[in-house]
């Protein structure tokens, strides 16, 4: 199964208000403008939110993960199986080895309203990792790392620098305003990953 392509908002929708405002600036702020915050769906307007137990539990908190990061069912279980294998906890590293993707790196930094966005950053080669130029948007960083602009379009830079400027980056990033650029000071630790996902059902739902 791919990433999907299909209306966003919809599909957040399902997942209600904490998780909608939570997702990319971008779509969240589509969702704060629309009148339909119910599920998405004919009989949307008149039922509540499903009530879910068990694998269904475990299937939603992975989907959320699948929406928000905007990553294929393949790439989810890669990470998971990276995670299992790493000292500590599963559910910890699960998150962190998300969080550290190049594509979430450039949109936690601030320099895009969303993670499709980030990765259209990357694919078209407007960003250097460590001195190089990359397109894969893919790429786990580590602490130490460095992003910078080096695309050569006054427009794209005028663009980049004014996400850059409105949107607050995190913590564990140092980001340049000036010379548009981002290091990475460390991985985050789970408290500093602003998400309402349960990854712990996440790693149920994999290693069923």
């Given at each position: 199964m791919g990433r999907y392509t299909g209306p966003k908002l919809r599909k957040i929708r399902r997942f209600g208000e904490d998780f909608a405002l939570f997702s990319d600036r971008s779509t969240a702020a589509k969702f704060v403008k629309s009148q339909r915050k119910q599920p998405p769906g004919a009989h949307g307007g008149t039922q509540s939110f499903r009530k879910y137990t068990g694998y269904g539990l475990q299937l939603r908190e992975k989907q959320k993960a699948r929406i928000f990061y905007h990553i294929s069912e393949s790439q989810m279980r890669r990470y998971y199986g990276m995670a299992s294998?790493?000292?500590?906890?599963?559910?910890?590293?699960?998150m962190q080895i998300l969080e550290s993707r190049l594509d979430n790196?450039?949109?936690?930094?601030?320099?895009?309203?969303?993670?499709?966005?980030?990765?259209?950053?990357?694919?078209?080669?407007?960003?250097?990792f460590n001195g190089r130029k990359v397109t894969i948007p893919s790429i786990l960083v580590k602490a130490g790392d460095?992003?910078?602009?080096?695309?050569?379009s006054g427009k794209l830079k005028e663009i980049i620098g004014a996400y850059a400027v409105a949107n607050k980056p995190v913590s564990w990033l140092k980001v340049d305003h000036t010379k548009l650029v981002i290091e990475v000071k460390d991985?985050?630790?789970?408290?500093?990953?602003?998400?309402?996902?349960?990854?712990?059902?996440?790693?149920?739902?994999?290693?069923?």
């Open positions: 294998h790493r000292s500590g906890s599963a559910s910890d590293n699960f790196v450039i949109y936690r930094a601030g320099w895009a309203n969303s993670h499709p966005q980030a990765r259209q950053w990357l694919t078209h080669g407007q960003l250097a460095r992003i910078e602009l080096i695309s050569k991985l985050p630790a789970r408290a500093e990953i602003d998400l309402p996902v349960d990854e712990s059902l996440i790693i149920e739902f994999y290693s069923r």
